[in-house]
C-alpha cells in the first residue's frame, strides 16, 4: 500500500519567515495530494491540494508544489503569522478514494 | 466542519465494553470514512463507505465494525472495547471528483 513520509516533525520558525514541509510518498499511481491545517481539540481542516498534473499551485501565502518523478511534494508558507500555529499534515490518494496521511509537522510560529 | 456531526464528542468506557460512535453528514456526500489519530502516527483509516450500505476496510480495521444504512449516517462499533482503541476518532467525507475529504469535529475515546 501507499507509504507517506512527513518531514520535520517539528518546525519552529519567526514571524515573518517562510516555512517548508516536505513529504514523500511511495505509490506512483497516487494522483491526489492535499495538506490539512489542524488546530488543538478541531478536526484538521483542508488548506490546499494539488493534482498530479499540476506541478505547482498557490493560495495567497501557502503554495504546494509537487515533482512526480521524484515522488515527493511540499508546503510552503510565506509570510508566517501567529495563527498559522498549528499540526499540518501532507496525504495521497491511494486511488482507492481513500488517503494514507504523513504523521504530521508541529509548526510553531514565534511573534 | 462542512455539515458533520460526531456523537458523542467525549466518552469513557470499560475495557470489554461494546461502543458505537456516530458520524452524521448533511451535504449528502457518497463517501464516508472513519479514522483514528493517535500521537506519532497521523491519521489511519479504520474503514470508509463508499455508498449505502457499502464499505471497505482500511488498514487499521481489526477490533472495529462500521453500518451505514443511510447516505447522512456512518457508525462504528467497537465489539469489546480495548485499552489500545483509546484514541480520537475523527469522520470524514467526500463527494468531489477528486477525494477531497472534510472532517468532523472528533469525537475523544478513553477505554479504562
Known amino acids: 500500500g501507499e507509504n507517506v513520509e512527513q518531514h520535520p516533525s517539528t518546525l519552529s520558525v519567526q514571524e515573518g519567515d517562510s516555512a517548508v514541509i516536505k513529504c514523500t510518498y511511495s505509490?506512483?499511481?497516487?494522483?491526489?495530494f492535499p495538506w490539512y491545517k489542524q488546530e488543538l481539540g478541531k478536526g484538521p481542516q483542508l488548506i490546499i491540494d494539488?493534482?498530479?498534473?499540476?506541478g505547482e499551485k498557490k493560495d495567497q501565502r501557502i503554495a504546494v508544489t509537487l515533482n512526480k518523478t521524484a515522488k515527493h511534494f511540499s508546503l510552503h508558507i510565506t509570510e508566517t503569522q501567529p495563527e498559522d500555529s498549528a499540526v499540518y499534515f501532507c496525504?495521497?490518494?491511494?486511488?482507492?478514494?481513500?488517503?494514507?496521511f504523513g504523521s504530521g509537522t508541529r509548526l510553531q510560529v514565534q511573534p | 466542519d462542512a455539515g458533520i456531526t460526531q456523537s458523542p464528542r467525549h466518552k469513557v468506557t470499560e475495557t470489554g465494553t461494546p461502543v458505537t460512535l456516530r458520524c452524521h453528514q448533511t451535504?449528502?456526500?457518497?463517501?464516508m470514512y472513519w479514522y483514528r489519530q493517535d500521537p506519532g502516527h497521523g491519521l489511519r483509516l479504520i474503514h470508509y463507505?463508499?455508498?449505502?450500505?457499502?464499505?471497505d476496510k482500511g488498514e487499521v480495521s481489526d477490533g472495529y465494525s462500521v453500518s451505514r444504512s443511510k447516505t447522512e449516517d456512518f457508525l462504528l462499533t467497537l465489539e469489546s472495547a480495548t485499552s489500545s482503541q483509546t484514541s480520537v476518532y475523527f469522520c470524514?467525507?467526500?463527494?468531489?471528483?477528486?477525494?477531497?475529504?472534510?472532517f468532523g469535529p472528533g469525537t475523544r475515546l478513553t477505554v479504562l
Open positions: 470524514a467525507i467526500s463527494g468531489g471528483v477528486y477525494n477531497e475529504q472534510f
Open positions: 505509490d506512483s499511481a497516487s494522483n491526489y
Open positions: 494539488i493534482r498530479s498534473n499540476v
Open positions: 496525504a495521497a490518494d491511494t486511488g482507492r478514494r481513500a488517503l494514507t
Open positions: 451535504e449528502n456526500h457518497r463517501y
Open positions: 463507505s463508499y455508498g449505502v450500505k457499502d464499505t
